[in-house]
T-cell receptor
Framework: EAQVTQNPRYLITVTGKKLTVTCSQN?????MSWYRQDPGLGLRQIYY???????DKGDVPEGYKVSRKEKRNFPLILESPSPNQTSLYFC?????????????FGEGSRLTVL | AQKVTQAQTEISVVEKEDVTLDCVYE???????LFWYKQPPSGELVFLIR??????QNEISGRYSWNFQKSTSSFNFTITASQVVDSAVYFC??????????FGKGTRLHILP
């Protein structure tokens, strides 16, 4: 089954404790992206990647890191999480460049930083 | 800079009524893409439609239709004969071709039985 898989789905952590949210897709997609969803703010793009070893900042990259060492994986790293990073996070992928087709989204990861 | 405005934060209609969700976008590019996504109460995000800036033809898919007007920079979404299953948050999105995709803040649609 074609899918984008995120882990963990739910996480409660404390300020400053490094964490990684993994994202993996099995569709051989070139494009991958991370979004955060907050009430009243919609979906905001954090980082995106057009291909292996190519990543770019979205609109809200501060406090996050990403890497794209393999085509299928695009982990989101919070080196020192803060309460303002409490949010619902979505990973997405697309066959080629993100604007040429539909985005396939993961189920979301709800992160709470205390 | 690109921007997407969904002025309707929340809409409630009675089942079987028609409802239109508004989307106004801003871009300086002549080539761009517009999208609509649906987020039902279960939380997943579902792609509904993509439109490029050179194709202003309206599109109909069952009870869903989309009206793209470059003159008013709008890409509105109409649900005809709404059903309770249409209750969701709907997002409009814009891409200028640089692989950044900007979403609007979403419109929460309640279909009342």
């Amino acid at each position: 089954e074609a899918q984008v898989t995120q882990n963990p789905r739910y996480l409660i952590t404390v300020t400053g404790k490094k964490l990684t949210v993994t994202c993996s897709q099995n569709m051989n997609h070139e494009y991958m992206s991370w979004y955060r969803q907050d009430p009243g703010l919609g979906l905001r793009q954090i980082y995106y990647s057009m291909n292996v070893e190519v990543t770019d900042k979205g609109d809200v990259p501060e406090g996050y890191k990403v890497s794209r060492k393999e085509k299928r994986n695009f982990p989101l790293i919070l080196e020192s999480p803060s309460p303002n990073q409490t949010s619902l996070y979505f990973c997405a992928s697309a066959p080629a460049q993100g604007n040429t087709g539909e985005l396939f989204f993961g189920e979301g990861s709800r992160l709470t930083v205390l | 800079a690109q921007k997407v405005t969904q002025a309707q934060t929340e809409i409630s209609v009675v089942e079987k009524e028609d409802v239109t969700l508004d989307c106004v976008y801003e871009t300086r590019d002549t080539t761009y893409y517009l999208f609509w996504y649906k987020q039902p109460p279960s939380g997943e995000l579902v792609f509904l439609i993509r439109r490029n800036s050179f194709d202003e033809q309206n599109e109909i898919s069952g009870r869903y239709s989309w009206n793209f007007q470059k003159s008013t920079s709008s890409f509105n979404f109409t649900i005809t004969a709404s059903q309770v299953v249409d209750s969701a948050v709907y997002f409009c999105a814009l891409s200028e071709g640089g692989d950044k995709i900007i979403f609007g803040k979403g419109t929460r649609l309640h279909i009342l039985p």
